[in-house]
């Protein structure tokens, strides 16, 4: 019966995102099961004390409660029961989570480093991308992640499966997709001002496209490159057309003056906007706040700063 319900509420679980990997049925299924429980266990406790309040209210004012210590049956059963069933929840909870635990030989491997606030994909073939996970269907992945900084959580809702990155540690999770697309990927744990805004995509590809382009290494204008690195890592705190963020906008800021905190001047030339990337802490423009972007030093090479 609840095996039926679960499996009535699999099929119309359109709440939920889409199932795209192989752990998201078995997911899914554990998931709708326990809600049914829940649900069970609240009409039969809630419907039983409303019922008893009725049933056992006092009557007069000498109306005495009887004395009643103990049952062994009944203690034994509403101990019993619950043991059983939240085992058997603990082992399906455990063979489901298992899944994305087992290293299958085999897999594709794809290095995953989380940072303030951007999600790096480095492939073997030494293809990186920025926020852009791109794996093709029915292949066994094996994401091999770490953090830069601070703690954030690499989670897929489409595939159901959602890991920690750890500064100093390396986390693995293994999947596979299931479903051509182009799915989301946010942090799941709270990192700071860009936090919000430090999501991805994952493209499942079919498998021939995906040997095309992790092997492509195409050459890339310094424009386009460049374009790409402000999107993945500038855009979450300035704006290209003008508006104020949490830094100001870059629109017209080439070849500028601009006027710093201390009331001095500076032309912001190459080398003031390349020592601001790296040490944005240099110089600050008027009227922003000291030490709230991330110090680049380290973490762009020397390439990226340039385009
Ligand atoms: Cu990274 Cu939240």
Redesign the pocket.
């Known amino acids: 019966m609840l095996f039926w319900l679960a499996s009535k509420a699999q099929a119309q679980s359109s709440y939920l995102p889409v199932q795209a990997s192989d752990v998201a049925e078995s997911y899914d299924t554990l998931f709708n099961f326990l809600t049914v429980v829940s649900i069970i266990a609240f009409v039969v406790l809630m419907g039983g004390m409303i019922y008893f309040i009725f049933k056992y209210r006092r009557r007069s004012d000498n109306d005495k409660t009887a004395y009643i210590s103990h049952n062994h049956a009944l203690e034994f059963l509403w101990s019993f029961i619950p043991l059983v069933v939240f085992l058997g929840v603990f082992y399906w909870g455990w063979k489901v989570y298992e899944k994305t635990r087992i290293n299958v030989p085999g897999a594709i491997e794809v290095n995953v480093l989380?940072e303030?606030?951007t999600w790096t994909m480095e492939y073997n073939t030494g293809k990186k991308t920025l926020n852009e996970l791109t794996i093709p269907i029915g292949k066994p992945v094996r994401l091999i992640m770490r953090s830069k900084d601070?703690?954030?959580?690499f989670f897929v809702p489409s595939f159901r499966v959602k890991q920690d990155v750890v500064p100093g540690y390396i986390s693995k999770l293994n999947f596979t997709a299931t479903k051509v697309g182009r799915y989301r990927i946010f942090?799941?744990?709270?990192?700071?001002t860009?936090?919000?805004g430090?999501m991805g995509w994952v493209n499942v590809v079919e498998e021939y496209e995906y040997e095309d382009w992790v092997n492509e290494l195409a050459a890339k204008s310094p424009v386009a490159s460049g374009e790409e690195i402000y999107k993945a890592r500038c855009a979450v705190c300035h704006t290209t057309d003008g508006n104020k963020m949490v830094g100001p906008s870059f629109k017209g800021v080439f070849g500028r003056e601009t006027v710093l905190e201390d009331g001095s001047t500076v032309r912001a030339d190459e080398n003031y906007l390349r020592e601001s990337i790296l040490n944005p802490n240099a110089k600050v423009v008027k009227g922003y706040v000291k030490g709230q972007m991330p110090l680049f030093q380290g973490t762009l090479e020397e390439e990226q700063v340039t385009h």
């Open positions: 989380g303030k606030w601070v703690l954030h959580s942090c799941a744990e709270y990192c700071g860009g936090h919000s430090m």
